[in-house]
């Protein structure tokens, strides 16, 4: 039977030739494989090589500053690069910013469904997701700079509907990350907080031609674990690396929690209150749009605390939280640790998961919003400069059978008091996140309106909803002046059909 090849980071990259297409696994920290791609950076300085690579992620894979795929952020070491998330890789984006590699943003599913339709000898990915927004071809086409100048977006109709199509590369190398190895290079996932895409990755660059490099915690005796256990088989493996327990973490801020890859009762887990202030109350106002037995995604930043306020108040096990990263139920972890969660129920791949949230399985997301115009679109991926990129958003906020976007009213040294149970707006943040005209378009108004779609839009001292006229403002948080603190903080007005009542009274609780 074929084996792999067992060798050292720096043996293994060397398999990895100049001008490859690079596919790499993980969410953040988890699942990524930190030996490899430091062994990657650390060749690129010794040797000059590999050069000149494409790297294509689903997820974001990194810490923001120098871990994971900041590793390959480098002059001369990347070429292209097409990615579903920028903002935890900001040495990749600064090369992206300063026109000196061809970049592309796509969305999260749909990069994650690309493995598999390269794994299957197909073009690429068929999905109406990206259509209106600045991934549609006829805004942007998911290019992020001047460099950057052929289609790799089109449109095509099919069964007489407009739908994109997204090529795909084939891909020379892969890198994934496993618990453990038998000597068949055989590999499961026991400590890894997700599955991602590793299986989607391997057959991909297996049936192009190229290397599978995987690292591993451990090696373990053969035949010694259930065979439904492997999520990975050795036929797909070329070489397997141990990495050393330091870059092996389970995520970039936790070694190893056996909650996150363990079942049990919500009630067992701690969680921290959340403070009063303007994230409490615009966690509460949400949970009220949850009904029992929704399944719900919630984004990252502020949405998280909903969470924790549904656990405060006992009613965290009438509705199932799930993360896009392919965890289902339990509670999802923030920070470093964003795409686990504390005992879930079951944790399948990404593109599994994505197919599930493409086709309308969310009943309700939360997710955060940069900037919303006046006809409610809203940016999240390009702003102030900033290039964070569009993640699972795009997937997200164009399936989910209700939507609601939440964020402080205004960003930047916000001061927001509460006494007597009404809210007080002591000092205005410096940028306003409602303008007439959004940046880049991350979600199109206009087609929620098209499908009939609920949409919300929560802040900590006013509600809209999306009509076709616009944002329609419907509630107000005590305490709140609707001129003063609401209309002249906004570059427009909106609708005002009937007076707007007053915020749930559990809110500021």
């Known amino acids: ?89 900001p040495r990749l984006g600064a090369l992206a910013a300063a026109n000196e590699i061809e970049a592309y943003n ?24 990206g259509l209106g927004t600045f991934v549609d071809p006829r805004v942007e086409g998911g290019r992020i700079n001047a460099r950057t100048t052929r289609d790799i977006v089109s449109v095509i109709e099919l069964g007489g509907q407009e739908t994109l199509f997204f090529e795909a590369p084939r891909m020379q190398a892969g890198l994934i990350r496993a618990t453990a190895s038998d000597s068949f290079g055989n590999l499961s996932l026991e400590h890894e907080v997700l599955t991602g895409e590793v299986l989607a990755i391997a057959q991909a660059v297996r049936n192009s031609g190229g290397v599978v490099l995987a690292q591993v915690e451990k090696i373990v005796p053969d035949h010694s674990r259930d065979p439904k256990s492997i999520r990975v088989p050795g036929i797909f493996v070329d070489a397997v690396v141990v990495a050393e327990p330091e870059e092996h973490w389970q995520t970039y801020s936790t070694l190893f929690d056996p909650a996150l890859v363990s079942q049990g009762p919500l009630d067992a887990l701690t969680l921290p209150c959340l403070e009063p202030g303007p994230r409490r109350w615009i966690a509460a106002r949400c949970l009220e749009e949850i009904r029992t037995g929704d399944v719900v995604n919630l984004g ?56 599930f949230y493409d086709g309308g399985g969310l009943d309700i997301a939360f997710l955060s919003m940069a900037e919303c115009d006046r006809f409610g679109n809203v940016n999240v991926s390009r702003y102030g400069g900033r290039i964070p990129g569009s993640g699972g958003f ?56 098209k499908h009939n779609r609920p949409v919300l839009y929560v802040t900590e001292r006013a509600v809209f909803q999306l009509t076709p006229g616009g944002l329609e403002l419907i509630e107000l948080a005590p305490g709140v002046d609707l001129q003063r603190d609401v209309i002249s903080q906004m570059d427009f007005l909106p609708l005002l059909r009937d007076s707007p009542r007053l915020m749930g009274g559990k809110v500021l609780e």
């Open 300 to 355: 990252i930043g502020v949405a998280e605390g909903i969470a924790q306020v549904a656990f405060e108040r006992g009613v965290l096990d009438q509705f199932v939280l799930t993360v896009e990263a392919g965890v289902i139920g339990g509670v999802p972890a923030g920070g470093l640790s964003f795409g686990a969660a504390s005992l879930p129920q079951a944790i399948i791949d990404q593109p599994n998961m994505f197919d």
């Open 1 to 89: 039977m074929r084996k792999p090849r067992f060798l050292s980071a720096a043996e293994a990259v060397r398999l990895v030739p100049d001008g490859a297409c690079v596919a790499t696994s993980g969410f953040v920290g988890g699942g990524h494989a930190e030996a490899l791609t430091r062994a990657l950076e650390e060749r690129f300085f010794s040797e000059g090589h590999p050069r000149d690579l494409t790297v294509i992620y689903a997820a974001g894979q990194g810490d923001g500053r120098t871990r994971g795929l900041n590793h390959l952020g480098h002059r001369g070491m990347v070429a292209r690069v097409i990615g579903g998330h920028w903002n935890l890789v």
């Open 106 to 129: 796509l969305p999260q599913g749909v990069i994650s469904r690309m493995f598999r339709e390269v794994a299957a000898g197909n073009a690429g990915v068929v999905s109406r997701i």
């Open 394 to 449: 795009i997937n997200i906020a164009q399936s989910a059978k209700r939507l609601v976007f939440v964020g402080t009213f205004t960003a930047g040294g916000l001061e927001v008091s509460c006494s007597g149970g009404r809210i007080s707006v002591d000092r205005e943040g410096k940028s306003r996140k409602f303008v007439r005209d959004v940046e880049q378009v991350t979600f199109s108004a206009s087609l929620a309106l």
